[in-house]
């Protein structure tokens, strides 16, 4: 009988309990990462599910509210914290681009690294809506608002600058932010 190798199957029941074994272990592995792989380490309020009675006089309690930072509060992800000072009202120069709507106002962000490794900003993702419309963002060089910056933040350093947005009402602004695009959940700040 030739030698066996790793590309031709052996004969016979291969099938012996330690065999068995290992693909159960390992079944279970597959089925605790796929379970793990949708867990997130992005901030969240998490509460627990309601206790369910079959008695007619159970009353389940409603859903805990979202508690949302207000502007000026810091917002924390494992590894980055991100702020978003209070709007402020500008005028976009003569040759400004997405200035459409009723008002113009600025939001400056910071983000600090309170991670190991360097931070890559120019992943911060931003977006508004006000006065249930979506804001236009507003880029205006000559008034020091353009992207997010593209330079790594080291570990325990910060970087600012400037958010503009178009929007139809200032009062009712809501910045929704994330400091990591498709990976972080997003934390929204309002007035």
Request: charged share 10%.
């Amino acid at each position: 009988m030739p030698p066996l190798n790793r590309f031709t199957p052996p004969k016979g029941n291969i099938m012996n309990d330690n065999t068995k074994s290992w693909l159960i272990s390992a079944a279970v592995a597959a089925v605790t990462v796929a379970a793990l792989a949708g867990c997130s380490a992005s901030p969240s309020i998490v509460s627990a599910p309601a206790k369910t009675s079959h008695s007619a006089a159970a009353t389940t309690p409603p859903p805990a509210k979202a508690t949302n930072p207000t502007f000026g509060m810091t917002a924390k992800w494992p590894g980055v914290t991100l702020t978003a000072a209070a709007p402020v009202a500008f005028t976009p120069s003569e040759y400004a681009a997405g200035a459409d709507q009723a008002a113009d106002v600025v939001v400056t962000i910071t983000v600090t690294n309170t991670g190991t490794a360097n931070f890559d900003p120019s992943l911060a993702y931003i977006t508004a809506s006000s006065g249930g419309v979506e804001a236009s963002k507003v880029f205006d060089t000559d008034a020091g608002i353009n992207s997010a910056p593209s330079t790594p933040i080291l570990p325990g350093a910060s970087v600012t600058w400037k958010v503009g947005l178009s929007v139809a009402d200032p009062a009712t602004l809501t910045l929704s932010a994330t400091p990591s695009v498709g990976t972080d959940a997003a934390i929204l700040f309002t007035n």
